[in-house]
């Protein structure tokens, strides 16, 4: 079987192996790359989800690209929107050209003889083996299991005469027209779901065990347009991007630093929208504190609306059971419904379920470390793509990239073949996870992620100031990345690695 020889092989074409694709193209024009994608079209979430709303819980202006302006008339946008502008920023640079569909990595093994990744792919339908040989890996596949969302077991289940459908396998032509729906979950999916299908549907009924917070933001960034209006496109973007990124982190901060002021404001905003009976801190008043789990946007209090309507409501209780026609309350109350939507929540999956192996040796991704939320410790020529959970992922992926052309731009400059991420045990503890979030879908599978350590560089910082000067301006050389050389460095000529 033959292998191809690449320089560096990317893992995932969503957003951010196509931004990963474009800064190693723009910057290191020389190199040989590809970019592998289990599924059959570019777009990640954005083709995946086929849910009736689907859309940005971002504004685009941090969510875009900072090299590709978002001119789409809605800041807060839908999913198609979202799509096709991911795929028009693959043609316009060529990336698409780049991209292997129906390609899955299965494994990766280094080699420090070969000073190489050897990477196994199951290839189409039939899933025929494939092999590729990279000088560096870069694994931007998100940490979403995309075969199947969490999808708990309830009580009388196979009852139900309706349909059930989780969002992550939304059948494409479902028509949800004058039913009763039921949505299980009060996350953004949830929030998400629930005045999309209001609008058609007889009732919507959001079921949570506890509440979420909410909030409301304009769809519509008039600052940004009023800019647009007056200033060429690009230093448009650039100062509406800059104004998100302040405001995002004004925000973040007020809600951890002074968490009763910032419930006060939400609450503020959501009476400008519900009627003034509402029960707000049966449905609305979370058990923990802001930013403990990611704030829920409503674009234009689109799910306050529907609720004031009449077309929707919030019901907080346990489910008992599910019955023929719906689904029995703890508290004994009996909603009925033709649809339930289980909107329970996602499954986290790390670098795509590839194993990895260094000199034959299994990587327990559960007991490494994370360097700068770029590498792992220990592994050589390996960066994946992690964005924050408290603003938007590109801002941090964008980041990661261009960490990743510096990295390589200094190797190339020195002749080294080989960098990794070295620190004794000590400096590693107490150990943090990689996600530090309460929410169930983190809490579920976070013990099979890397940890951060206690301080930089093995500290993954929720801030993209700090991340800033980290991963674009600091040195590459800090005295924690190692690099060694090996007697050929070209791609398909492996040497024996030298300290």
Known sequence: ???????????????????????????????????????????????????????????????????????????????ASILKYLRETAAEYGIDRHIRYGQRVTAAAWSSTE?????????GADKQRRQYRCRFLYLCCGYYDYEKGHAPAFPGQEN????????????????????RVVVIGSGATAVTLVPAMAGTAEHVTMLQRSPTYITSLPARDKIATWLRKRLPLRTAYRLARAKNVALTMTFFGLARGTPEFFKRLIRAAQKKFLPTDFAFDTHLNPRYQPWDQRLCLVPDGDLFKAIRAGKASIVTDGIESFVEDGVRL??????????IVTATGLKLQAFGGARISVDGKPVDLGKSHTYNGVMLRDVPNLAFCVGYTNASWTLRADLSSLFVCRLLAHMDRR????????????????????????SGYVRRSIDEFPQQGPRSPWRLRQNYLVDLLNLKFRPIADGTLRFSHVAQTTVGEPGKATA
């Open 415 to 438: 002749g080294y073949a080989k960098v990794v991420a070295q620190t004794d045990d000590a400096s590693l503890e107490p150990s943090l996870p990689l996600l530090n979030f309460t």
């Open 160 to 179: 139900f005469r309706g349909t059930i459908v989780h969002p992550q396998q939304w059948p494409r032509d479902h028509d949800h027209a004058g039913q």
């Open 1 to 79: 079987m033959p292998i191809e020889h690449l320089d560096v092989l990317i893992v995932g074409a969503g957003l951010s192996g196509i931004g990963a694709a474009y800064h190693l193209q723009s910057r290191l024009g020389d190199k040989r790359y590809a970019i592998l994608e289990s599924r059959t079209e570019l777009g990640g979430t954005w083709s995946l989800f086929q849910y009736p709303g689907i859309r940005s819980d971002s504004d685009m202006y941090t969510f875009g690209y900072s090299f590709r302006p978002w001119t789409a008339e809605k800041s807060i946008s839908d999913g």
């Open 330 to 339: 703890q508290s004994g109350r009996h909603l009925q419904a033709d649809l």
């Open 115 to 123: 000073a190489s990744w050897l990477v196994d792919v199951e290839e």
